[in-house]
């Protein structure tokens, strides 16, 4: 609004009356208080976060005035970061394949799901704080994932008997509420796959030979 329409009004003259009364408070809680306020406020579908400070307008008298700014599209974009981190959560305790959260910077691993804890052959004690290079068989099989998508890649990982399991991991990097960056791979199984397609190879090659002896 223009100045002229504002000066002289009251926050009831200007907002709708559960709004003008939290306003209210607020402005007594700066001006009683003596310190500075801040608050979220909304009005409308509109949300502010309101710093209000007492000023001394005379021996004794004293005012309040305000840093108001329009929070409303950052709210918004929270709250969507939040939902999208409550569904990750989700997903990664019921999922059915093995999940491991590490840090994108250090590498370091901060969460492991109770597939890969079957998967690996240790509990997520053991894996929390392990290097997410560790996890692989050789570190020339690792890469990174990359900011515009997902990259899968194959890969073999060393369980805590000593047995190498094949597996397939998709990995991807999450910004967190907080604003962490983590990488997010998930592991899948493939050994029975593998097995599955060497078999089918050597039926191939039987049929081949059957065929060429016949011939």
Do not use: W
């Not at 329409?5 to 007594?28: F, H, N, Y």
């Not at 890649?153 to 991807?172: D, F, H, K, N, Y």
Request: proline share 3%; net charge negative; hydrophobic share 40%.
């Amino acid at each position: 609004l223009p100045a002229d329409q504002v000066i002289g009004k009251t926050d009831m003259d200007l907002m709708p009356p559960e709004a003008a009364a939290a306003c209210r408070e607020s402005d007594l809680e700066a001006a009683h208080g003596g310190t500075t306020v801040l608050r979220q406020e909304s009005v409308g579908d509109r949300t502010y976060e309101v710093r209000k400070f007492p000023v001394r307008l005379g021996p004794s008298k004293v005012g309040v005035g305000a840093y108001v700014r329009d929070v409303t599209d950052i709210k918004a974009a929270e709250e969507e970061r939040r939902a999208s981190e409550a569904r990750y959560r989700v997903l990664f305790v019921e999922a059915r394949d093995a999940m491991i959260v590490s840090d994108e910077g250090t590498g370091v691993v901060t969460e492991a799901n109770a597939q890969a804890q079957e998967l690996l052959g240790t509990p997520d004690a053991s894996i929390v704080g392990m290097r997410r290079a560790d996890l692989f068989c050789s570190e020339r099989q690792l890469s990174g994932a990359h900011d515009n998508g997902r990259q899968t890649m194959q890969a073999e990982v060393l369980t805590a008997q000593g047995r190498i399991v094949p597996v397939e991991v998709t990995s991807s990097i999450i910004e967190l509420v907080d604003g962490t960056r983590v990488m997010y791979d998930v592991f899948r199984d493939v050994a029975e796959r593998r097995q599955a397609e060497s078999a089918l190879r050597e039926s191939e090659a039987r049929y081949r030979s059957m065929f060429d002896n016949t011939g």
